[in-house]
């Protein structure tokens, strides 16, 4: 029902902004939660936030303050921007869509759907 692809990681240095993209298909995109995670070599997947239909949004705290998710759900996309990238942060970035829930999934097992990933390296 949804397929999704990421886009605009790459190589980036330590100190700059990060923007990723993940376009989604499907009929009802519109209500689904939209989660982005990563997942470092040998390191379990991690919960970077989520963003709700309605555009609200919520944040792991260790992100929180650096970290934007957006949404525009006329172009069936939704958007990361983290700023101040470490070293640490290098990793490959996931979207994830879920729907017909009504709690906020922050673990990869409450998502039904996965981008391919997208690989992010901080260069320092």
């Known amino acids: 029902q949804v397929q999704l692809v990421e886009s605009g990681g790459g190589l980036v240095q330590a100190g700059d902004s990060l923007r990723l993209s993940c376009a989604a298909s499907g009929p009802t995109f519109s209500t689904y939660f939209m989660g982005w995670f990563r997942q470092a070599p040998g390191k379990e997947r991690e919960f970077i936030g989520t963003?709700?239909?309605?555009?609200?949004?919520y944040y792991a705290d260790s992100v929180k303050g650096r970290t934007t998710l957006s949404r525009d759900n006329a172009k069936n996309t939704v958007y990361l921007q983290m700023n101040n990238m470490k070293p640490e942060d290098t990793a490959v970035y996931y979207c994830?869509?879920?729907?017909?829930?009504?709690?906020?999934?922050?673990?990869?097992?409450?998502?039904?759907?996965w981008g391919q990933g997208t690989q992010v390296t901080v260069s320092s």
């Open positions: 994830a869509a879920r729907n017909l829930v009504r709690s906020t999934p922050r673990v990869p097992e409450e998502y039904d759907y």
């Open positions: 963003i709700t239909s309605g555009g609200r949004t």
